[in-house]
Structures are given as C-alpha cells and as structure tokens.
T-cell receptor
C-alpha cells in the first residue's frame, strides 16, 4: 500500500508572495494530476503530468514531476486572493487514482 | 452545458433511514465515479462504473449500492444510513477509465444523526 503525503497541510500568505506545495509518495506512480477545490464546490482539474522530470506552466502556476516519479510540486508565483482553495494531488498507481488529503491555501489581501 | 450535476445539495438523515443521491453528466463520458470526502482524508472512491452496464467497488464500498441507470446517470444509495456515513459526496465522470482526468459535480453534504 502506497503512502501519499501532501505538505504543508495549511498555508496562509499575503497576496504577492510565492509558494510551493508538495506531493510525496512512497511508491512510483505513472502519472499525476493536480486539482483545485474551492469551498462548497467540487475539485477542478488543473493539470496532468506524465513524464518524469516534466515541468508544465499554467500562467502563474508551475507544476513539476520528479525524476524518480515519486513526487511532484506546485509553485505559485505572486499569489492572488483568487488562488485560495484546497490543492489536491492525485497520482495514478496502475489502474488506480489516489487523492491526497490536500493543502489548504489562504491568500490574504 | 451543465457538466456534472448532483442532487440534493444538502441532506440530513436519521440513523437507519435510506436515501439515493443522484448524479447526471451531459459530456457523453463513459466512466462515472462516486467519492466521499472527509476532513484530512482526501477523496476516497466508493464505487465506479467504467461504462454503461458495469459497476465496480472502490476503496470504501461497504454500506452503499450504486446503479448506472444509463450513460448519463449514476446513482448512489444508502440503504440504512449510519453516522459514519456523514460526509460530502462527489460524483465525477471521465471520458474513459484509462484517461483518469475527472470532472466533478458540486457535491452533496450529508449528515446522519
């Protein structure tokens, strides 16, 4: 059974700051998705990374897939209040998708 | 184009009561899923349907049943609700199980007293 950890659990920052959140697994995974969830709503897919070492950019968000295929990170540049939410990573192990517990991000104005 | 819709949005049940959560998608997706979300535990898969006419158990199926009514609709039934089933329930769909990229509904917040 794989262990999946997202860190930090909670992050509170000022608007304009940079931040990085992490997703670490005890087992290798074949691909990984990142989702963002706002209060009272369902998760929304941000990106899928499939290649070890891959870096994808989505405006101010940069997603990295670790070379060893056991970790991923999400970096946000110049955070905005609209970035507030729960960030979930979801690695794929074989034919199974597993969701992490998430990082709660609060961006204050 | 509504995406994935769920009803009801909120529900309070007494222990032992039954209810059905409804889910529908209009994206012509083949695969549909039911998850529950509890604080600190992420999303856990209850049941999924890879295609119309098939259903399979996920990580936490006990106490639940599902029906894939047609390609659009996938319902989740609690036959005898228990306080441990207090949670937020999400339905999701994807083009195929293999793609794994999922589109979620807005959720149903269920409280069992």
């Amino acid at each position: 059974t794989q262990l999946l950890e997202q860190s930090p659990q909670f992050l509170s920052i000022q608007e304009g700051e940079n931040l990085t959140v992490y997703c670490n697994s005890s087992s290798v995974f074949s691909s990984l998705q990142w989702y963002r969830q706002e209060p009272g709503e369902g998760p929304v897919l941000l990106v899928t990374v499939v290649t070890g070492g891959e870096v994808k950019k989505l405006k101010r968000l940069t997603f990295q897939f670790g070379d060893a295929r056991k970790d991923s990170s999400l970096h946000i540049t110049a955070a905005q209040t609209g970035d507030t939410g729960l960030y979930l990573c979801a690695p794929r192990y074989g034919n199974k998708l597993v969701f992490g517990a998430g990082t709660i991000l609060r961006v204050k104005s | 184009n509504a995406g994935v819709t769920q009803t009801p949005k909120f529900q309070v049940l007494k222990t032992g009561q039954s209810m059905t959560l409804q889910c529908a998608q209009d994206m012509n997706h083949n695969s549909m899923y039911w998850y529950r979300q509890d604080p600190g535990m992420g999303l856990r898969l209850i049941y999924y349907s890879a295609s119309e006419g098939t259903t399979d158990k996920g990580e936490v199926p006990n106490g639940y049943n599902v029906s894939r009514l047609n390609k659009r609709e996938f319902s989740l039934r609690l036959e005898s609700a228990a306080p441990s089933q207090t949670s937020v329930y999400f339905c999701a769909s994807s083009e195929a199980v293999q793609t794994y990229e999922q589109y979620f509904g807005p959720g149903t917040r269920l409280t069992v007293t």
